[in-house]
């Protein structure tokens, strides 16, 4: 367990001096097992895969090695303004946003420290792109690009198609994947494979580091294939042998790796931690679907949860749910100590719902899914789910939103709705009890999304040909047994389009059959 746990780092971690004596000021206990373990694989410039429970400090695990890294380089008198050297991608636009604020403290701490030491601070950038960002911040981010971009994998992938900014990730050194398990079940896992891969391919410098971070993934291999890409080796790290922490005499960065032979080290720090969890039923015994005396039960249970604890997030599987359950909590906490957050709302009402949260102005709030991954929430002391959440993982991802910290326990309760859920939750808490997860089960090239990459890349970068294309998208893990009549069919349906009484539709590139090549139509 890592509750109590103190580490020192090992030996062979070397640390630019104003990154090492604040992580010392700032964190006197010294690095969590994650971080131990996963630094000196990550400074060493090889792919590696960092999992382990939430609150254990994953996030810090992935980018103090990137800003170490750019602090070295400006060390050494390389530029750092005008380039973009690490990209994070999140599932989620609330995480994405999270990052961006809980960059900005670090970084300006570890310019004073260098300040202290007599040293020059590295002029380190931080900017979102996400679908929420505003035109004129997207302009911005062109004209003088951040030395750390915080993007999501669709907004990556129209990053990678406009020739624009296309141009400003040519000497990206760092990918860091978060939450990578809640891509990697679904077709969003594929897109981003394939995104990896086009954004590898731009490279000017060689082929960028890719980190991931995880809280909860089996079969892990599976996971770490689609980080690194097809092929790819994979070696569970044992346990390092720790040393106290000292700043390492100023160095130029290592040179990026090679793109032979991929390799991804795997620090498996388990899933399983300390947790509270209970079960709670309404008077009148379930039946098929909940009746709204039950649900009148199950909020005032709720509320009175709410009452006893100082902020608790209310996690449901539907917006509707989501309004409906705000709405009667409201009614008996206050209006103004509960709110909803979903999708669904508009980017400013979901970012002042974020903020009144982390401030600890509401008593409640109630989310789907766009809230429940690795976000630092503020002092969300419980969780309640209304409903099964389908999968283990889930329910461990939306339990660890409360104690969000290193020596936090997490505590939840699980309200069913259903007999069927009832079955359900009394299944998963018994395999959470047991410590079993989800088997993570990947789409197999799906021809849908290759068809988006193949038209977003061929129009990016205007030709392509078609045999260096489809070896191109073949290192994405998903499609690394893409059989070439499927890539074929597929670059046939872009560039003849679909068949109508009117002519062929959507047909957008030119296909020339002689020199096997693809063009964009003009």
Same mark, same amino acid.
């Given at each position: 367990?890592?509750?109590?746990?103190?580490?020192?780092? @090992?030996?062979?971690?070397?640390? /630019? @001096?104003?990154?090492?004596?604040?992580?010392?000021?700032?964190?006197?206990?010294?690095?969590?097992?994650?971080?131990?373990?996963?630094?000196?694989?990550?400074?060493? &410039?090889?792919?590696?895969?960092?999992?382990?429970?939430?609150?254990?400090?994953?996030?810090?695990?992935?980018?103090?090695?990137?800003?170490?890294?750019?602090?070295?380089?400006?060390?050494?008198?390389?530029?750092?303004?005008?380039?973009?050297?690490?990209?994070?991608?999140?599932?989620?636009?609330?995480?994405?946003?999270?990052?961006?604020?809980?960059?900005?403290?670090?970084?300006?701490?570890?310019?004073?420290?260098?300040?202290?030491? /007599?040293?020059?601070?590295?002029?380190?950038?931080?900017?979102?792109?996400?679908?929420?960002?505003?035109?004129?911040?997207?302009?911005?981010?062109?004209?003088?690009?951040?030395?750390?971009?915080?993007?999501?994998?669709?907004?990556?992938?129209?990053?990678?198609?406009?020739?624009?900014?296309?141009?400003?990730?040519?000497?990206?050194?760092?990918?860091?994947?978060?939450?990578?398990?809640?891509?990697?079940?679904?077709?969003?896992?594929?897109?981003?494979?394939? !995104?990896?891969?086009?954004?590898?391919?731009?490279?000017?410098? &060689?082929?960028?580091?890719?980190?991931?971070?995880?809280?909860?993934?089996? @079969?892990?291999?599976?996971?770490?294939?689609?980080?690194?890409?097809?092929?790819?080796? =994979?070696?569970?790290?044992?346990?390092?042998?720790?040393?106290?922490?000292?700043?390492?005499?100023?160095?130029?960065?290592?040179?990026?790796?090679?793109?032979?032979?991929?390799?991804?080290?795997?620090?498996?720090?388990?899933?399983?931690?300390?947790?509270?969890?209970?079960?709670?039923?309404?008077?009148?015994?379930?039946?098929?679907?909940? !009746?709204?005396?039950?649900?009148?039960?199950?909020? /005032?249970?709720?509320?009175? /949860?709410?009452?006893?604890?100082?902020? =608790?997030?209310?996690?449901?599987?539907?917006?509707?749910?989501?309004?409906?359950?705000?709405?009667?909590?409201?009614?008996?906490? &206050?209006?103004?100590?509960?709110?909803?957050?979903? &999708?669904?709302? !508009?980017?400013?009402?979901?970012?002042?719902?974020?903020?009144?949260?982390?401030?600890?102005?509401?008593?409640?709030?109630?989310?789907?899914? !766009?809230?429940?991954?690795?976000?630092?929430?503020?002092?969300?002391?419980?969780?309640?789910?209304?409903?099964?959440?389908?999968?283990?993982?889930?329910?461990?991802?939306?339990?660890?939103?409360?104690?969000?910290?290193?020596?936090?326990? @997490?505590?939840?309760?699980?309200?069913?709705?259903?007999?069927?859920?009832?079955?359900?939750?009394?299944?998963?808490?018994?395999?959470?009890?047991?410590?079993?997860?989800?088997?993570?089960?990947?789409?197999?090239?799906?021809?849908?999304?290759?068809?988006?990459?193949?038209?977003?890349?061929?129009?990016?970068?205007?030709?392509?040909?078609?045999?260096?294309?489809?070896?191109?998208?073949?290192?994405?893990?998903?499609?690394?047994?893409?059989?070439?009549?499927?890539?074929?069919?597929?670059?046939?349906?872009?560039?003849?389009?679909?068949?109508?009484?009117?002519?062929?539709?959507?047909?957008?590139?030119?296909?020339?059959?002689?020199?096997?090549?693809?063009?964009?139509?003009?």
């Amino acid at each position: 367990m890592l509750n109590g746990t103190v580490q020192t780092l @090992p030996a062979s971690l070397s640390l /630019h @001096p104003a990154v090492a004596a604040w992580f010392t000021d700032r964190f006197p206990e010294g690095p969590t097992e994650p971080q131990a373990q996963g630094w000196p694989l990550v400074q060493s &410039g090889s792919d590696v895969l960092i999992a382990a429970p939430t609150g254990s400090g994953k996030t810090l695990a992935g980018f103090l090695m990137a800003i170490d890294d750019a602090y070295r380089a400006h060390q050494s008198g390389a530029p750092l303004g005008g380039r973009t050297r690490v990209v994070y991608v999140s599932p989620l636009k609330a995480l994405a946003v999270d990052v961006h604020q809980n960059l900005e403290s670090p970084l300006a701490e570890i310019a004073e420290t260098a300040e202290r030491l /007599h040293l020059v601070p590295a002029p380190i950038t931080v900017a979102v792109r996400t679908g929420d960002t505003p035109s004129s911040a997207r302009s911005a981010m062109i004209k003088d690009p951040p030395t750390i971009l915080v993007t999501t994998p669709e907004s990556l992938y129209l990053y990678l198609t406009a020739a624009r900014s296309r141009a400003t990730l040519t000497t990206v050194r760092t990918v860091i994947v978060d939450e990578i398990h809640a891509l990697a079940r679904d077709k969003r896992g594929s897109h981003l494979a394939l !995104s990896l891969e086009r954004l590898e391919h731009i490279q000017q410098e &060689g082929r960028p580091q890719r980190v991931g971070l995880s809280a909860t993934q089996r @079969p892990i291999e599976v996971t770490a294939r689609i980080l690194s890409g097809a092929g790819a080796a =994979t070696h569970v790290v044992t346990t390092a042998v720790a040393q106290p922490l000292a700043p390492a005499p100023l160095a130029p960065p290592a040179p990026l790796a090679a793109p032979a032979g991929r390799r991804v080290d795997i620090v498996d720090c388990g899933h399983s931690r300390d947790l509270r969890l209970s079960m709670e039923l309404p008077e009148e015994e379930l039946a098929a679907v909940l !009746s709204r005396e039950q649900l009148g039960e199950i909020v /005032h249970r709720i509320a009175a /949860h709410v009452k006893g604890h100082r902020t =608790t997030l209310v996690f449901v599987n539907t917006r509707r749910l989501s309004e409906r359950l705000a709405h009667l909590l409201g009614e008996i906490l &206050g209006p103004d100590q509960v709110a909803a957050h979903h &999708g669904s709302l !508009s980017a400013d009402r979901r970012k002042r719902t974020e903020s009144r949260l982390r401030a600890g102005d509401l008593r409640a709030l109630v989310a789907t899914a !766009s809230l429940e991954l690795g976000i630092d929430i503020g002092p969300v002391e419980l969780a309640c789910q209304v409903g099964s959440p389908r999968a283990i993982s889930t329910f461990l991802q939306r339990v660890g939103r409360s104690n969000h910290s290193r020596h936090g326990v @997490p505590e939840g309760v699980i309200f069913p709705t259903t007999r069927d859920e009832l079955v359900e939750c009394a299944a998963l808490l018994a395999s959470v009890r047991k410590g079993r997860l989800d088997a993570v089960l990947p789409p197999v090239a799906p021809l849908d999304i290759l068809a988006q990459q193949v038209i977003a890349e061929v129009a990016a970068a205007d030709e392509w040909k078609e045999d260096d294309l489809y070896r191109l998208f073949c290192r994405a893990a998903p499609y690394g047994e893409l059989a070439r009549q499927d890539f074929d069919a597929v670059v046939q349906l872009a560039s003849e389009g679909i068949p109508t009484g009117r002519g062929p539709r959507m047909a957008y590139l030119h296909r020339d059959q002689v020199n096997r090549s693809e063009e964009r139509r003009v």
